[in-house]
């Protein structure tokens, strides 16, 4: 009798992780998404000013493209895994068992032709910003900042497992190592700065901005040195949808346009201190 309850228990917990597993990877389309009235929109967890809870400048948008097609935005949350290629089979196109269900879009998808051809179950489209890395300094204690030698012997901040963390410990067979200092937050990073306990904080433009405006602009902005890995011009930011979903692509490409053309895109980079580059 006891070995019968423990088997029909088993039994329902395989059938409760088949179940998640096949929500996990149910796509809908354009037509669903209308019907349904909600579009489901993926994007980071804990990832401002991109993300922050119910708020951010990716939450923002995911409210003003559902708005555009008539349905209401159910955003989603999603931790990053190892890679974009994860990402993108986790909130996209496939799912996960134990994560939230797969969302009709993604955002903040790094619109890039090589990644496209690595992910053909996905259509990448729709870049809305341009990121650019970006530091913020004491010009007392770094009077400039064009090459590698302008900054040695100076204490340096970076988001902790952040891509110029990586450019930075890398930099020139590793010298600059004893010099980084690693943040978990913006908030710890701006201290730092305002402490003296760090000359510069250096990483992508989105977090540099709003740290320069919480600081009330006393200190400068600058490009960093050129850094292995870190591309001088930027990368475009972008949307995902499944490989079938063309109709929802074109609804949603038609939404990004005509709120670029009102200047609502731009109005919501403004009210995160972030200036919105337009993608190259």
């Not at 209308?34 to 922050?52: E, H, I, K």
């Not at 890395?133 to 970076?158: K, N």
């Amino acid at each position: 009798m006891i070995l019968a309850t423990r088997l029909h228990a088993l039994s329902a917990a395989l059938f409760a992780v088949c179940l998640l597993a096949s929500q996990a990877g149910e796509a809908r389309d354009l037509a669903d998404v209308l019907s349904s009235g909600q579009l489901r929109v993926g994007v980071y967890r804990d990832f401002p000013p991109y993300a922050d809870k119910d708020a951010g400048i990716d939450v923002e948008l995911a409210h003003a493209l559902a708005g555009k097609l008539g349905v209401k935005a159910d955003v989603r949350s999603y931790d990053a895994d190892e890679n974009m290629d994860d990402d993108l089979r986790n909130i996209v196109w496939k799912g996960t068992v134990l994560g939230p269900a797969v969302s009709d879009v993604m955002m903040h998808v790094p619109v890039d032709a090589t990644m496209s051809r690595r992910n053909p179950q996905v259509r990448i489209f729709g870049a809305y910003h341009r990121e650019t890395m970006a530091a913020l300094r004491s010009t007392e204690m770094l009077h400039r900042m064009d090459t590698l030698a302008d900054i040695e012997r100076q204490p340096l901040g970076v988001e902790n497992e952040s891509i110029m963390s990586i450019s930075l410990l890398s930099a020139d067979g590793g010298r600059l190592r004893a010099q980084v200092q690693h943040f978990r937050s913006m908030d710890e990073a701006r201290a730092a700065l305002e402490a003296g306990q760090i000359a510069a904080f250096l990483g992508m433009r989105s977090q540099v901005e709003p740290m320069m405006a919480a600081t009330g602009r006393r200190y400068t902005m600058s490009m960093p040195p050129a850094l292995p890995g870190l591309p001088q011009a930027g990368w475009a930011l972008g949307l995902a949808v499944g490989a079938d979903d063309a109709a929802l692509e074109k609804a949603l490409q038609d939404a990004l346009g005509a709120l670029e053309q009102d200047g609502t895109l731009d109005r919501i980079f403004q009210r995160h201190a972030v200036t919105r580059m337009p993608p190259l």
